[in-house]
Protein backbone atom coordinates (compact mmCIF):
# COMPACT_ATOMS: atom_id res chain seq x y z
CA UNK A 1 0.00 0.00 0.00
CA UNK A 2 1.54 2.92 -1.25
CA UNK A 3 0.54 6.51 0.40
CA UNK A 4 1.77 9.68 -0.48
CA UNK A 5 4.06 11.68 2.21
CA UNK A 6 2.87 14.15 3.90
CA UNK A 7 -0.89 14.60 2.19
CA UNK A 8 -3.10 14.13 5.08
CA UNK A 9 -6.18 11.36 4.24
CA UNK A 10 -8.98 13.59 4.80
CA UNK A 11 -9.39 17.54 4.80
CA UNK A 12 -12.74 19.46 5.99
CA UNK A 13 -11.85 22.99 4.30
CA UNK A 14 -14.83 25.39 5.71
CA UNK A 15 -17.22 22.74 5.44
CA UNK A 16 -20.98 24.08 6.13
CA UNK A 17 -24.08 22.44 6.12
CA UNK A 18 -27.45 24.35 6.17
CA UNK A 19 -30.89 22.89 6.53
CA UNK A 20 -33.15 25.93 5.16
CA UNK A 21 -32.20 28.05 8.04
CA UNK A 22 -30.80 25.69 10.43
CA UNK A 23 -27.45 25.28 10.01
CA UNK A 24 -26.26 22.03 11.50
CA UNK A 25 -22.33 22.20 10.46
CA UNK A 26 -20.91 25.56 10.47
CA UNK A 27 -17.10 26.51 8.32
CA UNK A 28 -15.92 23.04 9.82
CA UNK A 29 -12.35 22.73 9.19
CA UNK A 30 -10.21 19.44 10.46
CA UNK A 31 -7.68 17.29 8.56
CA UNK A 32 -6.66 13.64 9.70
CA UNK A 33 -3.36 12.44 8.63
CA UNK A 34 -2.62 8.31 7.72
CA UNK A 35 -2.22 6.68 11.10
CA UNK A 36 -3.65 9.26 12.78
CA UNK A 37 -6.83 8.46 15.05
CA UNK A 38 -8.74 12.20 15.63
CA UNK A 39 -11.41 12.00 18.48
CA UNK A 40 -14.38 14.51 17.26
CA UNK A 41 -16.36 15.03 20.56
CA UNK A 42 -19.12 17.09 21.06
CA UNK A 43 -22.94 17.33 23.16
CA UNK A 44 -25.79 15.84 21.02
CA UNK A 45 -26.98 18.53 19.02
CA UNK A 46 -23.27 19.54 17.73
CA UNK A 47 -23.42 18.90 14.30
CA UNK A 48 -21.80 15.25 14.60
CA UNK A 49 -24.33 13.50 12.51
CA UNK A 50 -24.20 15.60 9.79
CA UNK A 51 -20.65 16.01 9.60
CA UNK A 52 -21.02 12.08 9.67
CA UNK A 53 -23.74 11.96 6.69
CA UNK A 54 -21.37 14.35 4.52
CA UNK A 55 -17.78 12.76 5.16
CA UNK A 56 -19.75 9.32 4.28
CA UNK A 57 -21.92 10.25 1.18
CA UNK A 58 -25.29 10.60 2.52
CA UNK A 59 -25.95 14.23 2.10
CA UNK A 60 -23.71 17.15 0.09
CA UNK A 61 -22.32 19.99 2.10
CA UNK A 62 -23.83 23.31 1.65
CA UNK A 63 -20.25 25.25 0.98
CA UNK A 64 -16.88 24.01 1.27
CA UNK A 65 -14.77 21.07 0.34
CA UNK A 66 -14.17 17.87 1.56
CA UNK A 67 -10.74 16.69 0.47
CA UNK A 68 -9.60 12.73 0.36
CA UNK A 69 -6.05 12.08 0.10
CA UNK A 70 -5.42 15.64 -1.31
CA UNK A 71 -8.06 15.54 -4.01
CA UNK A 72 -11.75 17.40 -3.63
CA UNK A 73 -14.35 15.10 -3.71
CA UNK A 74 -18.26 15.32 -4.54
CA UNK A 75 -20.18 12.17 -3.74
CA UNK A 76 -23.40 11.65 -4.56
CA UNK A 77 -24.06 8.30 -2.49
CA UNK A 78 -22.33 6.32 0.45
CA UNK A 79 -21.11 4.23 -2.80
CA UNK A 80 -19.21 7.48 -4.01
CA UNK A 81 -17.57 7.35 -0.57
CA UNK A 82 -17.10 4.07 -0.52
CA UNK A 83 -15.28 4.01 -3.93
CA UNK A 84 -13.08 7.16 -2.53
CA UNK A 85 -11.62 4.72 0.14
CA UNK A 86 -13.92 6.07 2.97
CA UNK A 87 -15.70 3.12 5.34
CA UNK A 88 -18.18 4.10 7.90
CA UNK A 89 -18.71 1.63 10.86
CA UNK A 90 -21.75 2.65 12.31
CA UNK A 91 -23.52 2.06 15.20
CA UNK A 92 -26.39 -0.29 14.56
CA UNK A 93 -25.56 -0.11 10.54
CA UNK A 94 -22.39 -2.10 10.47
CA UNK A 95 -24.18 -5.32 10.00
CA UNK A 96 -26.84 -7.08 8.37
CA UNK A 97 -28.28 -9.47 10.80
CA UNK A 98 -29.45 -12.55 9.13
CA UNK A 99 -26.86 -12.73 6.41
CA UNK A 100 -24.01 -15.17 7.06
CA UNK A 101 -20.50 -13.65 7.50
CA UNK A 102 -18.71 -14.01 4.58
CA UNK A 103 -21.71 -12.38 2.61
CA UNK A 104 -22.09 -9.21 5.15
CA UNK A 105 -18.29 -8.93 5.11
CA UNK A 106 -18.24 -8.68 1.12
CA UNK A 107 -21.27 -6.71 0.74
CA UNK A 108 -21.42 -4.23 -1.73
CA UNK A 109 -17.83 -5.62 -2.91
CA UNK A 110 -18.44 -8.92 -3.99
CA UNK A 111 -15.54 -11.48 -5.24
CA UNK A 112 -16.85 -12.98 -8.57
CA UNK A 113 -15.90 -15.79 -10.94
CA UNK A 114 -17.12 -16.29 -14.87
CA UNK A 115 -18.85 -19.56 -15.05
CA UNK A 116 -20.03 -20.23 -19.16
CA UNK A 117 -19.54 -16.44 -19.17
CA UNK A 118 -21.89 -15.54 -16.53
CA UNK A 119 -20.87 -13.43 -13.58
CA UNK A 120 -21.41 -15.71 -10.13
CA UNK A 121 -20.02 -15.07 -6.84
CA UNK A 122 -17.00 -16.42 -5.76
CA UNK A 123 -18.27 -17.93 -2.71
CA UNK A 124 -15.60 -19.86 -1.86
CA UNK A 125 -12.49 -17.67 -1.67
CA UNK A 126 -15.26 -15.01 0.02
CA UNK A 127 -15.64 -17.84 2.81
CA UNK A 128 -12.37 -18.30 3.02
CA UNK A 129 -10.96 -14.47 3.08
CA UNK A 130 -13.70 -13.86 5.97
CA UNK A 131 -12.36 -16.65 7.77
CA UNK A 132 -8.90 -15.52 7.85
CA UNK A 133 -10.14 -12.61 9.38
CA UNK A 134 -12.60 -13.91 12.07
CA UNK A 135 -9.16 -15.78 13.15
CA UNK A 136 -7.28 -12.32 12.99
CA UNK A 137 -9.86 -10.34 15.39
CA UNK A 138 -9.76 -13.77 17.58
CA UNK A 139 -13.68 -14.11 17.50
CA UNK A 140 -13.87 -17.10 19.83
CA UNK A 141 -18.09 -17.15 18.98
CA UNK A 142 -17.22 -17.93 15.57
CA UNK A 143 -17.11 -21.58 14.55
CA UNK A 144 -17.25 -20.43 10.57
CA UNK A 145 -18.18 -17.44 8.22
CA UNK A 146 -21.33 -19.59 7.48
CA UNK A 147 -22.49 -18.30 10.34
CA UNK A 148 -25.42 -15.65 10.42
CA UNK A 149 -24.08 -12.05 12.29
CA UNK A 150 -27.08 -12.52 14.78
CA UNK A 151 -24.68 -14.43 16.40
CA UNK A 152 -21.50 -12.11 16.90
CA UNK A 153 -21.61 -9.58 20.29
CA UNK A 154 -22.32 -6.00 19.82
CA UNK A 155 -18.42 -5.24 20.26
CA UNK A 156 -17.80 -8.51 17.16
CA UNK A 157 -19.50 -6.64 15.18
CA UNK A 158 -17.90 -3.31 15.66
CA UNK A 159 -14.69 -5.58 15.03
CA UNK A 160 -15.55 -7.02 11.65
CA UNK A 161 -16.78 -4.32 10.23
CA UNK A 162 -13.52 -2.38 11.37
CA UNK A 163 -11.35 -5.05 9.69
CA UNK A 164 -13.09 -5.07 6.36
CA UNK A 165 -11.96 -1.32 6.32
CA UNK A 166 -8.48 -2.49 6.72
CA UNK A 167 -9.02 -5.55 3.99
CA UNK A 168 -10.68 -3.12 1.40
CA UNK A 169 -7.74 -1.01 1.81
CA UNK A 170 -9.74 1.95 2.94
CA UNK A 171 -7.47 5.23 3.83
CA UNK A 172 -10.21 6.88 5.84
CA UNK A 173 -12.20 5.21 8.72
CA UNK A 174 -15.24 6.78 10.04
CA UNK A 175 -16.14 5.37 13.66
CA UNK A 176 -19.53 6.62 14.62
CA UNK A 177 -20.02 5.71 18.76
CA UNK A 178 -18.62 2.04 18.16
CA UNK A 179 -18.51 1.40 22.07
CA UNK A 180 -22.13 2.65 22.89
CA UNK A 181 -23.39 0.29 24.73
CA UNK A 182 -20.25 -2.30 25.33
CA UNK A 183 -18.63 -3.80 27.96
CA UNK A 184 -14.90 -3.63 29.34
CA UNK A 185 -13.89 -6.65 27.52
CA UNK A 186 -15.88 -6.23 24.37
CA UNK A 187 -14.89 -1.83 24.14
CA UNK A 188 -11.28 -3.42 24.57
CA UNK A 189 -11.70 -5.75 21.64
CA UNK A 190 -12.83 -2.71 19.19
CA UNK A 191 -9.86 -0.45 20.34
CA UNK A 192 -7.48 -3.27 19.52
CA UNK A 193 -9.19 -3.38 15.92
CA UNK A 194 -8.82 0.44 15.87
CA UNK A 195 -5.14 0.22 16.99
CA UNK A 196 -5.02 -2.49 14.58
CA UNK A 197 -6.35 0.23 11.32
CA UNK A 198 -4.15 2.62 12.45
CA UNK A 199 -1.11 0.90 12.57
CA UNK A 200 -1.88 -0.48 8.91
CA UNK A 201 -2.29 3.79 7.59
CA UNK A 202 -5.77 4.31 8.00
CA UNK A 203 -6.35 7.82 9.17
CA UNK A 204 -9.48 7.00 11.88
CA UNK A 205 -12.30 10.24 12.93
CA UNK A 206 -13.58 8.40 15.96
CA UNK A 207 -17.23 10.30 16.78
CA UNK A 208 -18.47 10.06 20.08
CA UNK A 209 -20.63 12.39 22.61
CA UNK A 210 -18.63 10.48 25.20
CA UNK A 211 -15.17 12.34 25.82
CA UNK A 212 -14.21 8.62 28.38
CA UNK A 213 -14.84 6.51 25.23
CA UNK A 214 -12.73 8.36 23.03
CA UNK A 215 -9.36 9.52 24.64
CA UNK A 216 -8.20 5.77 25.01
CA UNK A 217 -8.00 5.67 21.75
CA UNK A 218 -7.13 9.07 20.17
CA UNK A 219 -4.31 11.08 19.65
CA UNK A 220 -6.08 14.68 18.87
CA UNK A 221 -9.21 15.09 20.05
CA UNK A 222 -11.46 17.62 18.55
CA UNK A 223 -14.40 19.36 20.46
CA UNK A 224 -17.53 20.57 18.17
CA UNK A 225 -20.69 22.71 19.45
CA UNK A 226 -23.05 24.37 17.42
CA UNK A 227 -21.87 22.93 14.69
CA UNK A 228 -18.53 24.35 14.75
CA UNK A 229 -15.09 23.51 15.92
CA UNK A 230 -14.38 25.19 19.60
CA UNK A 231 -10.90 23.23 19.86
CA UNK A 232 -8.50 20.80 18.88
CA UNK A 233 -6.10 19.34 21.76
CA UNK A 234 -3.11 16.83 22.05
CA UNK A 235 -4.40 13.31 24.55
CA UNK A 236 -2.06 14.33 27.32
CA UNK A 237 -2.68 17.95 27.45
CA UNK A 238 -5.50 17.63 29.44
CA UNK A 239 -6.94 15.17 32.01
CA UNK A 240 -10.74 13.79 30.76
CA UNK A 241 -11.95 15.67 33.60
CA UNK A 242 -10.68 18.82 32.12
CA UNK A 243 -11.89 17.84 28.92
CA UNK A 244 -15.01 16.93 30.00
CA UNK A 245 -15.11 20.07 31.25
CA UNK A 246 -14.39 21.48 28.32
CA UNK A 247 -17.20 20.08 26.20
CA UNK A 248 -19.81 20.70 28.84
CA UNK A 249 -18.58 24.52 28.86
CA UNK A 250 -18.96 24.67 25.17
CA UNK A 251 -22.42 23.30 25.33
CA UNK A 252 -23.80 25.52 27.67
CA UNK A 253 -21.56 28.39 26.89
CA UNK B 1 -12.89 -21.90 23.45
CA UNK B 2 -15.57 -22.71 25.56
CA UNK B 3 -18.26 -20.63 23.34
CA UNK B 4 -17.49 -22.11 20.26
CA UNK B 5 -17.73 -25.57 20.80
CA UNK B 6 -21.25 -24.57 23.06
CA UNK B 7 -22.37 -23.03 19.55
CA UNK B 8 -21.03 -26.72 17.60
CA UNK B 9 -22.90 -28.78 20.29
CA UNK B 10 -25.77 -26.80 19.99
CA UNK B 11 -26.41 -27.83 15.89
CA UNK B 12 -24.80 -31.01 16.15
CA UNK B 13 -27.87 -33.27 16.63
CA UNK B 14 -29.17 -34.55 13.44
CA UNK B 15 -32.39 -33.01 13.95
CA UNK B 16 -31.53 -29.48 14.94
CA UNK B 17 -28.86 -29.67 11.85
CA UNK B 18 -31.67 -30.93 9.55
CA UNK B 19 -34.26 -28.29 10.85
CA UNK B 20 -31.88 -25.53 9.85
CA UNK B 21 -32.32 -26.03 6.60
CA UNK B 22 -35.44 -24.14 5.57
CA UNK B 23 -36.32 -26.19 3.15
CA UNK B 24 -36.23 -29.45 4.90
CA UNK B 25 -39.52 -29.30 6.61
CA UNK B 26 -41.51 -28.86 3.46
CA UNK B 27 -39.67 -31.51 2.39
CA UNK B 28 -40.89 -33.75 5.38
CA UNK B 29 -44.31 -31.94 4.91
CA UNK B 30 -44.95 -33.12 1.02
CA UNK B 31 -43.56 -36.72 2.10
CA UNK B 32 -46.05 -37.16 4.96
CA UNK B 33 -48.91 -35.62 3.16
CA UNK B 34 -48.11 -37.57 -0.25
CA UNK B 35 -47.81 -40.83 1.98
CA UNK B 36 -51.41 -40.50 3.65
CA UNK B 37 -53.06 -39.48 0.21
CA UNK B 38 -51.40 -42.21 -0.91
CA UNK B 39 -52.42 -44.74 1.69
CA UNK B 40 -56.36 -43.48 2.10
CA UNK B 41 -57.18 -43.14 -1.54
CA UNK B 42 -58.78 -45.65 -3.94
CA UNK B 43 -56.89 -44.99 -7.19
CA UNK B 44 -53.30 -43.93 -5.51
CA UNK B 45 -52.03 -40.70 -5.36
CA UNK B 46 -47.93 -40.36 -6.60
CA UNK B 47 -48.43 -43.73 -8.00
CA UNK B 48 -51.14 -42.36 -10.42
CA UNK B 49 -49.85 -39.66 -13.27
CA UNK B 50 -52.66 -37.90 -13.94
CA UNK B 51 -53.35 -37.13 -10.08
CA UNK B 52 -49.62 -35.84 -10.26
CA UNK B 53 -50.33 -34.04 -13.39
CA UNK B 54 -53.54 -32.31 -11.65
CA UNK B 55 -51.32 -31.07 -8.79
CA UNK B 56 -48.23 -29.59 -10.97
CA UNK B 57 -51.12 -27.86 -12.90
CA UNK B 58 -52.35 -26.07 -9.68
CA UNK B 59 -48.34 -25.40 -8.52
CA UNK B 60 -47.55 -24.28 -11.52
CA UNK B 61 -49.27 -20.92 -11.51
CA UNK B 62 -49.23 -20.72 -7.93
CA UNK B 63 -45.51 -21.35 -7.91
CA UNK B 64 -44.62 -19.03 -10.70
CA UNK B 65 -46.29 -16.16 -8.60
CA UNK B 66 -45.40 -17.03 -5.41
CA UNK B 67 -41.00 -17.69 -7.02
CA UNK B 68 -41.05 -13.67 -7.71
CA UNK B 69 -43.12 -12.77 -4.31
CA UNK B 70 -40.34 -14.88 -2.12
CA UNK B 71 -37.58 -12.49 -4.07
CA UNK B 72 -39.32 -9.05 -3.21
CA UNK B 73 -39.88 -10.35 0.36
CA UNK B 74 -36.79 -11.19 0.93
CA UNK B 75 -35.90 -7.70 -0.48
CA UNK B 76 -38.51 -6.60 2.30
CA UNK B 77 -41.19 -5.68 0.40
CA UNK B 78 -45.17 -7.63 -0.36
CA UNK B 79 -46.94 -7.31 -3.65
CA UNK B 80 -50.43 -7.82 -3.19
CA UNK B 81 -51.10 -6.85 -6.17
CA UNK B 82 -50.16 -9.94 -8.13
CA UNK B 83 -53.77 -11.48 -8.65
CA UNK B 84 -54.70 -8.52 -10.57
CA UNK B 85 -51.58 -9.06 -12.67
CA UNK B 86 -52.00 -12.45 -12.96
CA UNK B 87 -55.32 -11.75 -15.14
CA UNK B 88 -54.09 -8.41 -16.74
CA UNK B 89 -51.59 -9.37 -18.65
CA UNK B 90 -53.95 -12.46 -20.85
CA UNK B 91 -56.54 -10.11 -20.72
CA UNK B 92 -53.93 -7.71 -22.73
CA UNK B 93 -52.46 -10.61 -24.81
CA UNK B 94 -56.39 -11.69 -25.68
CA UNK B 95 -57.85 -8.66 -26.63
CA UNK B 96 -55.05 -7.71 -28.57
CA UNK B 97 -54.87 -11.14 -30.49
CA UNK B 98 -58.48 -10.16 -31.03
CA UNK B 99 -60.01 -13.58 -28.90
CA UNK B 100 -62.22 -12.02 -27.14
CA UNK B 101 -66.24 -11.28 -28.96
CA UNK B 102 -65.92 -8.04 -28.28
CA UNK B 103 -62.55 -7.97 -31.14
CA UNK B 104 -61.39 -5.36 -32.99
CA UNK B 105 -57.12 -6.22 -33.59
CA UNK B 106 -55.72 -9.26 -34.82
CA UNK B 107 -52.27 -9.56 -33.90
CA UNK B 108 -50.09 -12.54 -33.86
CA UNK B 109 -49.55 -14.17 -30.85
CA UNK B 110 -45.83 -13.13 -30.08
CA UNK B 111 -46.10 -9.11 -30.31
CA UNK B 112 -49.29 -9.17 -27.84
CA UNK B 113 -47.15 -11.61 -25.66
CA UNK B 114 -44.57 -9.10 -25.52
CA UNK B 115 -46.87 -6.07 -25.29
CA UNK B 116 -48.69 -7.92 -22.15
CA UNK B 117 -45.23 -8.42 -20.71
CA UNK B 118 -44.10 -5.22 -20.78
CA UNK B 119 -47.28 -3.82 -19.41
CA UNK B 120 -46.96 -6.30 -16.08
CA UNK B 121 -43.67 -5.05 -15.89
CA UNK B 122 -44.29 -1.73 -15.85
CA UNK B 123 -46.84 -2.13 -13.44
CA UNK B 124 -44.06 -3.66 -10.77
CA UNK B 125 -42.23 -0.63 -11.49
CA UNK B 126 -44.51 1.95 -10.58
CA UNK B 127 -45.10 -0.52 -7.12
CA UNK B 128 -41.73 -0.29 -6.75
CA UNK B 129 -41.02 3.59 -7.67
CA UNK B 130 -43.97 4.58 -5.57
CA UNK B 131 -42.90 2.38 -2.70
CA UNK B 132 -39.25 3.48 -2.35
CA UNK B 133 -39.54 7.37 -3.22
CA UNK B 134 -42.64 8.01 -1.01
CA UNK B 135 -41.85 5.75 1.70
CA UNK B 136 -45.52 4.51 1.55
CA UNK B 137 -45.16 0.67 3.11
CA UNK B 138 -45.49 -1.70 -0.03
CA UNK B 139 -48.37 -3.26 1.82
CA UNK B 140 -50.46 -0.24 1.19
CA UNK B 141 -49.10 0.77 -2.32
CA UNK B 142 -49.59 -2.41 -4.11
CA UNK B 143 -53.14 -3.01 -2.09
CA UNK B 144 -53.89 0.13 -4.41
CA UNK B 145 -52.62 -1.26 -7.20
CA UNK B 146 -54.34 -4.47 -6.87
CA UNK B 147 -57.64 -2.74 -6.78
CA UNK B 148 -56.40 -0.44 -9.45
CA UNK B 149 -55.45 -3.47 -11.72
CA UNK B 150 -58.90 -5.01 -11.28
CA UNK B 151 -60.89 -1.97 -13.07
CA UNK B 152 -58.46 -2.14 -15.32
CA UNK B 153 -59.04 -6.27 -15.88
CA UNK B 154 -62.57 -5.12 -16.11
CA UNK B 155 -62.71 -2.27 -18.70
CA UNK B 156 -60.14 -4.53 -20.58
CA UNK B 157 -62.54 -7.14 -20.57
CA UNK B 158 -65.84 -5.49 -20.38
CA UNK B 159 -66.68 -8.98 -18.33
CA UNK B 160 -65.94 -11.54 -21.20
CA UNK B 161 -63.62 -14.21 -21.08
CA UNK B 162 -60.78 -14.47 -23.66
CA UNK B 163 -60.37 -17.28 -25.64
CA UNK B 164 -56.95 -19.22 -27.52
CA UNK B 165 -59.10 -21.94 -29.02
CA UNK B 166 -58.52 -20.51 -32.83
CA UNK B 167 -54.33 -20.64 -31.84
CA UNK B 168 -52.30 -23.09 -33.34
CA UNK B 169 -49.05 -21.76 -32.89
CA UNK B 170 -45.99 -23.76 -32.03
CA UNK B 171 -45.53 -20.90 -29.06
CA UNK B 172 -48.80 -21.64 -27.58
CA UNK B 173 -47.53 -25.30 -27.26
CA UNK B 174 -44.25 -24.07 -25.88
CA UNK B 175 -46.00 -22.14 -23.17
CA UNK B 176 -48.86 -24.01 -22.42
CA UNK B 177 -48.94 -27.69 -24.29
CA UNK B 178 -48.80 -30.98 -22.71
CA UNK B 179 -44.77 -32.17 -22.37
CA UNK B 180 -44.45 -35.44 -24.02
CA UNK B 181 -43.92 -38.42 -22.20
CA UNK B 182 -45.02 -36.65 -18.71
CA UNK B 183 -48.36 -36.00 -17.04
CA UNK B 184 -47.06 -32.81 -16.98
CA UNK B 185 -47.90 -29.25 -18.79
CA UNK B 186 -45.39 -26.95 -20.17
CA UNK B 187 -46.36 -24.26 -17.41
CA UNK B 188 -44.86 -26.79 -14.60
CA UNK B 189 -41.67 -27.18 -15.97
CA UNK B 190 -41.65 -23.56 -16.71
CA UNK B 191 -41.96 -22.57 -12.95
CA UNK B 192 -39.46 -24.92 -12.23
CA UNK B 193 -36.99 -23.54 -14.90
CA UNK B 194 -37.83 -20.35 -13.66
CA UNK B 195 -37.53 -21.36 -9.30
CA UNK B 196 -34.40 -22.55 -10.00
CA UNK B 197 -32.61 -20.08 -12.02
CA UNK B 198 -33.95 -17.27 -9.62
CA UNK B 199 -32.96 -19.64 -6.87
CA UNK B 200 -28.96 -19.84 -8.01
CA UNK B 201 -29.53 -15.86 -8.87
CA UNK B 202 -30.50 -15.28 -5.32
CA UNK B 203 -27.69 -17.09 -4.00
CA UNK B 204 -24.89 -16.99 -6.07
CA UNK B 205 -25.17 -13.58 -7.66
CA UNK B 206 -24.10 -10.14 -6.55
CA UNK B 207 -28.23 -9.01 -7.17
CA UNK B 208 -28.75 -12.30 -4.85
CA UNK B 209 -26.27 -10.66 -1.96
CA UNK B 210 -27.86 -7.24 -2.41
CA UNK B 211 -31.51 -8.99 -2.27
CA UNK B 212 -30.70 -10.46 1.01
CA UNK B 213 -29.73 -7.08 2.19
CA UNK B 214 -31.92 -4.73 0.97
CA UNK B 215 -34.76 -7.04 3.14
CA UNK B 216 -32.67 -5.84 6.74
CA UNK B 217 -33.68 -2.62 8.75
CA UNK B 218 -35.48 -0.78 5.86
CA UNK B 219 -32.19 -1.99 4.01
CA UNK B 220 -30.25 0.78 5.94
CA UNK B 221 -27.04 -0.84 6.44
CA UNK B 222 -26.71 -1.86 2.46
CA UNK B 223 -27.58 1.38 1.86
CA UNK B 224 -24.11 2.17 4.29
CA UNK B 225 -22.30 -0.36 2.02
CA UNK B 226 -22.92 1.08 -1.29
CA UNK B 227 -25.66 -1.19 -2.47
CA UNK B 228 -28.49 0.68 -4.33
CA UNK B 229 -30.80 -0.28 -2.25
CA UNK B 230 -33.73 1.43 -4.30
CA UNK B 231 -33.14 -0.22 -7.63
CA UNK B 232 -32.75 -3.42 -6.06
CA UNK B 233 -36.23 -3.16 -4.36
CA UNK B 234 -37.30 -2.01 -7.78
CA UNK B 235 -36.40 -4.44 -9.89
CA UNK B 236 -37.66 -7.02 -7.47
CA UNK B 237 -41.29 -5.00 -8.01
CA UNK B 238 -40.70 -5.78 -11.50
CA UNK B 239 -39.56 -9.37 -11.11
CA UNK B 240 -42.68 -9.87 -9.08
CA UNK B 241 -44.74 -8.37 -11.32
CA UNK B 242 -43.64 -9.66 -14.62
CA UNK B 243 -43.99 -13.35 -13.37
CA UNK B 244 -47.19 -12.97 -12.00
CA UNK B 245 -47.98 -11.93 -15.54
CA UNK B 246 -46.26 -14.95 -17.54
CA UNK B 247 -47.89 -17.12 -15.11
CA UNK B 248 -51.02 -15.50 -15.51
CA UNK B 249 -50.72 -15.95 -19.98
CA UNK B 250 -49.00 -19.77 -19.38
CA UNK B 251 -52.36 -20.86 -17.62
CA UNK B 252 -54.07 -18.82 -20.39
CA UNK B 253 -52.40 -20.88 -22.90
CA UNK B 254 -52.97 -23.98 -21.18
CA UNK B 255 -56.33 -23.73 -20.36
CA UNK B 256 -57.01 -21.92 -23.87
CA UNK B 257 -59.39 -19.10 -21.74
CA UNK B 258 -58.86 -16.61 -18.98
CA UNK B 259 -61.49 -14.12 -17.45
CA UNK B 260 -61.08 -11.40 -14.85
CA UNK B 261 -61.38 -13.75 -12.04
CA UNK B 262 -58.48 -15.34 -13.41
CA UNK B 263 -55.94 -16.42 -9.99
CA UNK B 264 -58.34 -13.89 -8.01
CA UNK B 265 -57.10 -15.79 -4.77
CA UNK B 266 -53.84 -16.02 -5.61
CA UNK B 267 -52.09 -12.76 -3.78
CA UNK B 268 -52.51 -14.20 -0.48
CA UNK B 269 -52.03 -18.07 -1.48
CA UNK B 270 -48.91 -17.06 -2.77
CA UNK B 271 -47.83 -15.44 0.81
CA UNK B 272 -49.31 -18.80 2.16
CA UNK B 273 -46.85 -20.89 0.03
CA UNK B 274 -44.05 -18.63 0.42
CA UNK B 275 -44.57 -18.73 4.67
CA UNK B 276 -44.94 -22.29 4.18
CA UNK B 277 -41.51 -22.41 2.19
CA UNK B 278 -39.60 -21.09 5.29
CA UNK B 279 -39.11 -17.43 3.99
CA UNK B 280 -39.75 -15.12 6.98
CA UNK B 281 -42.41 -11.51 6.87
CA UNK B 282 -39.63 -9.31 8.01
CA UNK B 283 -36.74 -9.99 5.09
CA UNK B 284 -33.50 -11.11 4.30
CA UNK B 285 -34.63 -14.74 5.22
CA UNK B 286 -35.72 -17.39 2.66
CA UNK B 287 -35.38 -19.44 -0.21
CA UNK B 288 -37.15 -19.24 -3.41
CA UNK B 289 -37.01 -23.77 -3.64
CA UNK B 290 -38.97 -23.67 -0.43
CA UNK B 291 -41.38 -21.65 -1.74
CA UNK B 292 -41.97 -23.79 -4.54
CA UNK B 293 -42.22 -26.72 -2.54
CA UNK B 294 -44.94 -24.74 -0.74
CA UNK B 295 -46.66 -24.40 -4.43
CA UNK B 296 -46.24 -28.16 -4.31
CA UNK B 297 -47.93 -28.83 -0.66
CA UNK B 298 -50.91 -26.48 -1.55
CA UNK B 299 -52.03 -27.92 -4.83
CA UNK B 300 -51.59 -31.38 -3.22
CA UNK B 301 -53.46 -30.77 -0.81
CA UNK B 302 -56.16 -29.02 -2.53
CA UNK B 303 -56.24 -32.97 -5.11
CA UNK B 304 -55.02 -34.84 -2.24
CA UNK B 305 -58.51 -33.91 -0.23
CA UNK B 306 -61.01 -34.30 -3.12
CA UNK B 307 -59.18 -37.83 -3.61
CA UNK B 308 -59.61 -39.19 0.16
CA UNK B 309 -62.72 -37.42 -0.02
CA UNK B 310 -63.12 -34.69 2.34
CA UNK B 311 -65.21 -32.34 1.36
CA UNK B 312 -63.17 -29.32 -0.57
CA UNK B 313 -65.08 -26.98 1.97
CA UNK B 314 -62.19 -28.07 4.47
CA UNK B 315 -59.27 -27.12 1.81
CA UNK B 316 -59.32 -23.20 3.15
CA UNK B 317 -59.40 -24.46 6.80
CA UNK B 318 -56.00 -26.83 6.21
CA UNK B 319 -54.48 -24.42 4.44
CA UNK B 320 -54.76 -21.90 7.46
CA UNK B 321 -53.61 -24.42 9.91
CA UNK B 322 -50.22 -25.12 7.30
CA UNK B 323 -49.48 -21.32 7.71
CA UNK B 324 -49.90 -21.04 11.60
CA UNK B 325 -47.44 -24.11 11.99
CA UNK B 326 -45.28 -23.45 9.12
CA UNK B 327 -44.63 -19.74 10.79
CA UNK B 328 -44.04 -21.33 13.88
CA UNK B 329 -41.81 -23.76 12.60
CA UNK B 330 -39.84 -21.46 11.07
CA UNK B 331 -39.32 -19.15 14.16
CA UNK B 332 -37.79 -22.34 15.72
CA UNK B 333 -35.60 -22.89 12.31
CA UNK B 334 -34.36 -18.79 12.65
CA UNK B 335 -33.48 -19.39 16.46
CA UNK B 336 -31.56 -22.70 15.54
CA UNK B 337 -29.75 -20.70 12.81
CA UNK B 338 -29.34 -17.69 15.24
CA UNK B 339 -27.28 -19.84 17.50
CA UNK B 340 -29.78 -20.43 19.87
CA UNK B 341 -31.07 -16.90 20.45
CA UNK B 342 -34.47 -16.24 19.78
CA UNK B 343 -35.42 -13.63 17.66
CA UNK B 344 -36.42 -10.62 18.33
CA UNK B 345 -40.90 -9.77 18.05
CA UNK B 346 -39.88 -8.46 14.86
CA UNK B 347 -37.13 -10.27 14.05
Redo the contacts between chains.
Keep these: MSREEGVPVLELENVSRRYGKIVAVEDFSLSVESGEVIGLVGDNGAGKSTLIKMI ?1 GYVSPSSGTIKVMGQATSFR ?3 DA ?2 AGIE ?1 V ?1 Q ?8 PLW ?1 NF ?5 I ?1 RKVLGV ?3 D ?1 KKMVEICGEHLDEIGL ?4 SPH ?2 A ?2 LSGGERQSLAISRAVYFESRILLLDEPVAALSVRETRRVFDAIEGAKSRGLGVLYIDHNMEHVLPAADRIAIMNRGSLSRVVNRGDLSAGELADAVAESGTG | MTVRTEWLTRSATVWGRLLSHREFAPVMAIFILWTIFEIFSEVGFVTSSGLMGSVAALTSSLGMVAIGVTMLMISGEFDLSVSATFAFAPAIMGRLMGASINDGWEWPILPALLVALALVAFIGLVNGLITTYTGVPSFIVTLGMLFFVTTLNRIVLDGLPVDLVRETGNLKSILGGDVPGTPFAAPFLWMVGVGVTLAIVLRRTQFGNWTYSAGNVGGGVARAMGVPVRRVKCTNFVLTAFLAGFGGILQFADFGSSSQASGIDLNLLAIVAVVIGGTSLFGTRGTVIGSMLGAIILGSVKIGLIIIKIPSQWYLGLVGALLVVSAALNARVDTLRRGGQRSSILG
Design positions: SSPKRATYDLAIVDDMRFLGQEYRLLVTSVAQTTT
